[in-house]
């Protein structure tokens, strides 16, 4: 299993990023994938959260209305859209690849796979 991110950068508040996750190893249609982000001196945070399908997903209410996820699954890739970004949103995000019958995908302890992560960071 393998997930590379990419995407990350500086931006301005109120600037956009679109992060991506490139998925191989596995057959990613049949996993739910989730965000996260960790601050330095801080754990890891819940971001989002992608059904296998795509068809069903969840944000942390830190990012509703700013940040959607999704997911190409004929390209196994996984998609996290940040808009109207904040200082606070400063961290290093990871995609996860969820475990086969994970019950609350907001605990990073129902995820078994991690990439290396990409930085945001959002300054003036």
């Known amino acids: 299993v393998q997930l590379v991110e990419s995407g990350g950068g500086l931006a301005q508040p109120g600037g956009s990023l679109r992060l991506s996750c490139a998925a191989s190893?596995?057959?990613?249609?049949?996993?739910?994938m989730g965000w996260f982000r960790q601050a330095p001196g801080k754990e890891r945070e819940f971001v989002a959260v992608i059904s296998p399908s795509g068809g069903s997903t969840y944000v942390a209410d830190s990012v509703k209305g700013r940040f959607t996820i999704s997911r190409d699954n004929a390209k196994n890739t996984l998609h996290l859209q940040m808009n109207n970004l904040k200082p606070e949103d400063t961290a290093l995000y990871y995609c996860?690849?969820?475990?086969?019958?994970?019950?609350?995908?907001?605990?990073?302890?129902?995820?078994?796979?991690w990439g290396q992560g990409t930085q945001v960071t959002v300054s003036s």
């Open positions: 996860a690849k969820g475990r086969s019958g994970g019950y609350d995908y907001r605990d990073v302890r129902n995820y078994d796979y």
């Open positions: 190893g596995f057959t990613f249609s049949s996993y739910t």
